[in-house]
């Protein structure tokens, strides 16, 4: 699999725990997750609970994710006599996704929101914060849509219904490791979550060109040749 498609996918994971229908939410993810309450700018919590527990979450979307790229490698598969015509239109797509991240465009049908609420009621323990994780995986959100679509998108033109489910694994990593350090960061603070927001805007900016240029590079079919270029400094 190419250094590229791999290193964009981890950077759309990032972007996407950075966007603005994930971050400011994070303090609500976390204490829904350990029962935890705020006290003197931070949430109190044990970290022990916290990191199992966020854990169990991280668990929960990963495996919904690395099904979803299963499922589009599969399917991609299907077509494989007519890779080069999907790679092209998968290009623009990601192309149009960018754009609409970047805020060019204002399409109305790709800001709608679809979300699966899971029902965690009573106290939260492993086996409610892993289906917490899947029922975000499920769920749809604007900014993650369109940067997980590009990857699904992505994994869908791979050689290996493997290749997409790794694809989609470190899209996950990318989304989970960000979340893990920042569970743990506000239970010292709240001050570096009320910095990174006053970015977020900027963010979505940055990941909207960054698909936007990936979306070329799947258009031309410049992936392949990018990759072995770079595979050259590693």
């Known amino acids: 699999m190419e250094n590229v498609t791999i290193a964009f996918a981890f950077t759309s994971g990032i972007l996407s725990f950075l966007s603005p229908c994930v971050f400011p939410l994070i303090p609500a993810y976390v204490t829904n997750l350990t029962g935890s309450s705020f006290e003197n700018n931070r ?3 044990p970290k022990r609970m916290l990191l199992i527990r966020s854990l169990s979450f991280i668990i929960g979307f990963s495996i919904v994710f690395v099904i979803m790229g299963a499922s589009a ?7 494989n006599h007519n890779r080069a015509e999907i ?6 797509l990601v192309i149009v996704f960018g754009l609409q991240m970047a805020g060019i465009l204002k399409l109305r049908f790709l800001m709608m929101e679809r979300r699966w609420e899971a029902k965690t009621g009573g106290r939260m323990n492993l086996v409610r914060s892993l289906v917490l994780g899947m029922s975000f995986g499920a769920g749809w959100t604007p900014c993650v849509g369109l940067a997980l679509s590009s990857i699904l998108l992505l994994a869908g033109s791979t050689n290996t219904v493997y ?3 790794v694809l989609l694994f470190v899209y996950s990593l990318g989304l989970g490791i960000p979340f893990l350090m920042i569970s743990v960061v ?5 001050t570096i979550l009320k910095k990174i927001n006053r970015n977020l805007g900027i963010l ?3 990941n909207g060109w960054i698909l936007i240029a990936m979306g070329f590079l799947m258009f031309t079919g410049q992936l392949e040749k990018i990759s072995a270029w770079l595979s050259r400094f590693v």
Do not use: P, R
């Open 43 to 45: 949430i109190v919590v």
């Open 73 to 79: 490698s599969a399917l991609g598969k299907l077509f």
């Open 87 to 92: 790679e092209k239109i998968s290009g623009i």
């Open 163 to 165: 290749n997409g489910m």
């Open 186 to 190: 506000i239970t010292y603070s709240f």
């Open 204 to 206: 979505s900016w940055v």
